[in-house]
């Protein structure tokens, strides 16, 4: 017996760990395919810290949080965060002790053009991310970079954002920047991360940065000039610069699986109308055969238009070159997916309480979760993995068996080291996507979010999606892994879903992290649950 096993043991017997066993009618040993990737994912702003540090610019959730700290429900910013601007050699042991293969990160445009434009390269703000590569690539695990998760430099903000063409030629030569510096030694980009979030929750409503709350209009512009963008920047890539350094490149879209409210033929058209809306608003024109927006989206915003007096239907449309220009501009179809819906159209005759024009009334339909739904720390979010299974086989059959990654899943919670809803969410999602790969959908790899509990946008640090508990507090950010790390270490390790398998956490360690979190108090039980189990540890090296 090891001194870990050890205080494992005493820790049953004073009844201090908390493992509630799976569910013993669930299968209890699944195997992912051996060529299986692994990941674990992170976001420039929601960990990185130093937000002005060396000459970084500033992004447009930094001007947010400090303009605008209402709109933020802890009032909180990620000034410093989990501060992985300082902490990034630590980062890459926790990515290593997960034995993943691939680490999700991103770069923060304005810290490398402060102010978005080329005229100014931070040569520290390279150099952090030239040593984070560096150091993944010591220890053999693969960087997925994204190229924007939603920093954009505040200064191309004032001139309209993803709403202004001049995006297109500006992102360009920030992509082309990362591809001299950095292509050499990354094999997987993804340009941008959730194009649904940046557009309709940036601009459609106040959600995200730069809150706009514009419905019906700023957020087409947006995701018209964000596929130009992103089609322009994989061209690019593969004109340039695939040959040689041999990498891929995608994109990431996003989505909540619609499930149809009943079985009703209205119910159902509602959820493919949703996926539309959501997924095939990017994905249509990129992965689909006839390239462009999905029929329906054309067609309800156009005819819409017309009746709210507008002279053009508020969805741009492209031109034919550009339609040949976005198609097949990915390698891979990246998906992040957390939860489930059920959906139901919006009345006969659409007159749901949505803001007229809007996005949501345009699409029609009206969302909501079953309240018997397992929950978590996030309001919008219900642990349903069958969402997930259905999702995989929607994108399998709409755009011809694609290769995909599941570039982010996972659950939050209100904090704390034995997570094992979280053990259990990840088992219960894993164990869909593997439904799904046995069904025939080509599903290469899983990235978990998120590596660490970080800033999560909005919510500030009210809700925790970490692997890793972060003790925000302490000046030093200390980080240690909670009992969800253990379990998914071991599945990356094995490609085995074992739900009998449910450690506990180090009395020791539960001990340390109370102590940071609370100042200096000790803990009596914990104490003396220490001083026991070092008097046996020992005992037993006599
Ligand atoms: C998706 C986003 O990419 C990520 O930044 C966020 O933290 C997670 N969803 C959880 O909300």
């Known amino acids: 017996m090891n001194a870990t096993t050890l205080l494992a043991l005493i820790a049953t017997l004073l009844g201090l760990s908390c493992s509630n066993v799976g569910d013993a009618t669930t299968v209890t040993q699944r195997r992912f395919p051996n060529d299986f990737l692994w990941g674990v994912a992170s976001s420039s ?37 989990s501060d992985s601007y300082h902490q990034w050699r630590q980062d890459v042991q926790m990515v290593r002790q997960l034995n993943v293969n691939i680490y999700r990160f991103s770069i923060a445009w304005p810290r490398i053009l402060p102010t978005g434009y080329m005229n100014h390269i931070s040569n520290k703000g390279i150099k952090y991310y030239s040593n984070l590569i560096d150091e ?89 000039n964000l596929l130009k963008a992103h089609a322009e920047v994989v061209h690019m890539y593969r004109n340039e610069y695939q040959a040689k350094q041999r990498g891929k490149i995608g994109i990431t879209l996003d989505v909540s699986w619609p499930e149809a409210k009943t079985n009703s033929d209205e119910d159902k058209e509602a959820s493919e109308r949703a996926m539309q809306f959501y997924v ?124 995909i990654i599941v570039t982010e899943n996972g659950v939050s919670d209100k904090g704390g080291l034995e997570d094992y809803a979280r053990v259990d969410y990840y088992n219960s999602y894993l164990t869909s996507v593997l439904d799904a790969i046995e069904e025939g959908a080509n599903v290469k790899g899983y990235i978990a979010w998120s590596l660490m509990d970080s800033f999560e946008w909005k919510a500030g640090f009210t809700e925790k999606f970490g692997l890793y508990h972060v003790d925000f507090n302490h000046p030093d950010k200390i980080r240690t892994p909670k009992v969800s790390a253990k379990v998914f270490a071991k599945i990356c390790e094995t490609n085995v879903i074992d739900w009998h398998y449910r450690p506990q956490v180090d009395p020791i360690v539960i001990m340390n992290a109370r102590r940071s979190a609370s100042g200096a108090s000790i803990n009596l039980a914990c104490l003396s649950t220490v001083l026991l189990s070092l008097l046996l540890v020992n005992l037993m090296r006599r």
């Open 45 to 81: 702003y929601q960990v990185e810290g130093a937000w002005d540090a060396d000459d970084k610019g500033e992004s447009i959730w930094d001007h947010l949080t400090h303009n605008f700290p209402e709109k933020i429900a802890d009032k909180s910013n990620a000034d410093t965060t």
């Open 136 to 224: 993944l690539l010591r220890y053999n695990i693969t960087p997925m970079v994204t190229i924007y998760h939603w920093e954009l430099p505040q200064r191309l903000q004032e001139l309209g954002g993803w709403t202004n063409p001049e995006i297109i030629p500006v992102f360009k030569d920030y992509a082309r920047l990362l591809f001299e510096l950095f292509g050499g030694r990354v094999k997987i980009w993804t340009t941008i991360n959730e194009p649904w979030h940046v557009c309709e929750h940036g601009y459609g409503v106040d959600y995200m940065a730069p809150s706009y709350d514009y419905p019906g209009i700023p957020s087409y512009l947006c995701g018209h």
């Open 280 to 403: 095939g608003w990017f994905g249509h024109p990129i992965f689909s055969k006839r390239g462009n927006y999905p029929q329906v989206m054309i067609d309800r915003i156009a005819g819409m238009s017309k009746e709210q007096g507008f002279t053009r239907s508020r969805l741009p449309s492209f031109t034919l070159e550009e339609i040949h220009l976005i198609r097949g501009t990915s390698d891979f179809f990246g998906i992040n997916s957390y939860t489930t819906n059920l959906v139901t159209p919006n009345g006969h005759n659409n007159t749901g309480n949505f803001r007229i024009p809007s996005y949501n009334h345009d699409m029609g339909v009206v969302e909501e979760q079953d309240p018997e739904w397992p929950g978590s720390g996030s309001p919008w979010l219900k642990a349903v993995p069958f969402g997930m299974y259905k999702l995989l086989m929607w994108i399998k059959r709409e755009y011809n068996n694609p290769p």
